[in-house]
């Protein structure tokens, strides 16, 4: 396999996480997330399985949001990867300014699938907040 090649893909799965989250279309999560996905997050704990994740992020669209994500690292092994990111998220009401924001540091491993590369465990950390 090509290394580079397998980077920009893993590096495309935050853009395509951002753009989920986003429009609002949490079944689209298959595309990014293993089955068994396993994410911690500071809004969400511990979830298991990309049933339960769809599920959460579905239930918990109580405004839009914008994710930015931004120097994103990814080291490929064979057919597992480590990458990171920091990003920004902001929640808001159509056509209000932003109520929320969030800076995060996101650590994700990655796995290569018969369907392509798909992030298999994310840690999310807060690194601060701000209500508005």
Do not use: C
Not at 7 to 22: C, G, K, P, S, T
Not at 64 to 71: A, D, I, V
Not at 99 to 104: A, E, K, P, S, W
């Amino acid at each position: 396999m090509n290394a580079l090649a397998d980077r920009l893909e893993i590096a495309d799965l935050f853009a395509e996480l951002a753009r989920v989250l986003d429009e609002g279309t949490p079944d689209e999560l298959r595309n990014v997330y293993a089955k068994d996905i396993v994410v911690q997050s500071p809004r969400g704990g511990e979830i298991h399985g990309i049933d339960d994740v769809v599920a959460y992020v579905a239930a918990s669209a109580d405004a839009k949001t914008q994710h930015l994500h931004g120097n994103i690292v990814v080291t490929v092994d064979g057919d597992r990867a480590e990458a990171s990111a920091t990003q920004l998220a902001f929640f808001f009401h159509e056509g209000a300014a932003p109520h929320h924001r969030v800076g995060l540091n996101a650590k994700y491993t990655a796995v290569r699938t018969p369907a392509g590369w798909r992030f298999d465990r994310a840690n999310i950390f807060l690194v601060w907040q701000e209500e508005v």
